[in-house]
């Protein structure tokens, strides 16, 4: 069974940072590219980043872009998010997902862990 | 590209046949799945690829469209499918979400 566990989030000033991690279990991490996905109290879903099975390529956001540096240690199974210059726009819950569904060169996000909640506030 | 939902909210019966509907800013092939969000919890993918339907998902749920225009249908409502909806393209960076539908009784 695919278990994705959140942890790492909490209360942050404005202008802060935060290292999020995720710890994978049950797959072979190491084959799938990996994303995370956040969500603000009360409104939609907003696509962070990703990274590459071997972590050579990354991607983001617009809102996160130069802020935010997804990466992960296959060796250990895991998944990272460093935030930095934090916004209160960026309170949100922030989820963890594995793409492990694959098909037509595209990795779906299939497998979501429970999230953590990131506060920004001053 | 932006992916436009509609429509925003919708209340419905159990039994009742519902359509919701995704249009992209640009083609985006079949790069297209779809989510189930319920209050509280991490969305569960039901679609994807517009229109394969994800492992262990109820075959009232199907999805079908290509370049813009997607629709999410189930065909005979359920009690446990009132929650709201999300599709997310993957055609190219970064991959956006809709703004999400809330299907209500």
């Known amino acids: 069974e695919v278990q994705l566990v959140e942890s790492g989030g909490g209360l942050v000033q404005p202008g802060g940072s935060l290292r999020l991690s995720c710890a994978a279990s049950?797959?072979?991490?190491?084959?799938?590219?990996m994303d995370w996905v956040r969500q603000a109290p009360g409104k939609g879903l907003e696509w962070v980043a990703n990274?590459?099975?071997?972590?050579?390529?990354?991607y983001y956001g617009d809102s996160v872009m130069g802020r935010f540096t997804v990466s992960r240690d296959n060796a250990k199974n895991s998944l990272y998010l460093q935030m930095n210059s934090l916004r209160v726009e960026d309170t949100a819950v922030y989820y963890c997902?594995?793409?492990?569904?694959?098909?037509?060169?595209?990795?779906?996000?299939?497998?979501w862990g429970q999230g953590t909640l990131v506060t920004v506030s001053s | 590209i932006q992916l436009t939902q509609s429509p925003s909210s919708l209340s419905a019966s159990v039994g009742d046949r519902v359509t919701i509907t995704c249009r992209a800013s640009?083609?985006?092939?079949?790069?297209l799945a779809w989510y189930q969000q319920k209050p509280g919890k991490a969305p569960d993918l039901l679609i994807y690829?517009?229109?394969i339907l994800q492992s262990g998902v109820p075959s009232r749920f199907s999805g079908s469209g290509s370049g813009t225009d997607f629709t999410l249908t189930i065909s005979s409502l359920q009690p446990e499918d009132f929650a709201t909806y999300y599709c997310?393209?993957?055609?190219?960076?970064?991959?956006?979400f809709g703004q999400g539908t809330r299907l209500e009784i």
């Open positions: 049950g797959f072979i991490f190491s084959n799938y590219w």
């Open positions: 997902v594995a793409a492990i569904t694959f098909t037509g060169r595209r990795a779906y996000l299939d497998s």
């Open positions: 997310q393209h993957l055609d190219s960076y970064p991959f956006t």
């Open positions: 640009q083609g985006i092939s079949s790069y």
């Open positions: 990274i590459r099975p071997d972590g050579s390529d990354k």
């Open positions: 690829a517009a229109s």
